[in-house]
């Protein structure tokens, strides 16, 4: 199961941790794990194409961890999309994905 979680201060998302597979389906072919990396890839582009230094990351296999060190109205607003995304997916596949906040 991918587990993600949220933490947020003063109503803002502060760091973000993603872990683990869906186990979906096999490696290659899980369409879950597939959905969940492509949303991070892409919102952490287009933070980091926006405003470099925003957010810090660092990956592994299965494993994202990312760090938002300034705030401002985009950079929230993609995180947020981010957020949304993912819980949409959550729902769809509840027994491969678990987002806590």
Do not use: W
């Amino acid at each position: 199961m991918i587990k993600v979680k949220i933490i947020k201060e003063k109503d803002l998302i502060s760091k973000i941790e993603i872990k683990g597979h869906s186990l979906y389906a096999v490696y290659g072919k899980d369409i879950v794990c597939a959905g969940v990396s492509t949303m991070v890839i892409t919102t952490v582009n287009a933070i980091i194409r926006y405003q470099e230094k925003s957010i810090s990351y660092n990956q592994d296999e299965g494993y994202v961890f990312l760090v938002v060190n300034e705030h401002d109205r985009v950079i929230d607003l993609l995180l947020e999309n981010l957020i949304s995304l993912l819980k949409e997916l959550e729902k769809q596949y509840p027994k491969n994905i678990k987002i806590n906040e």
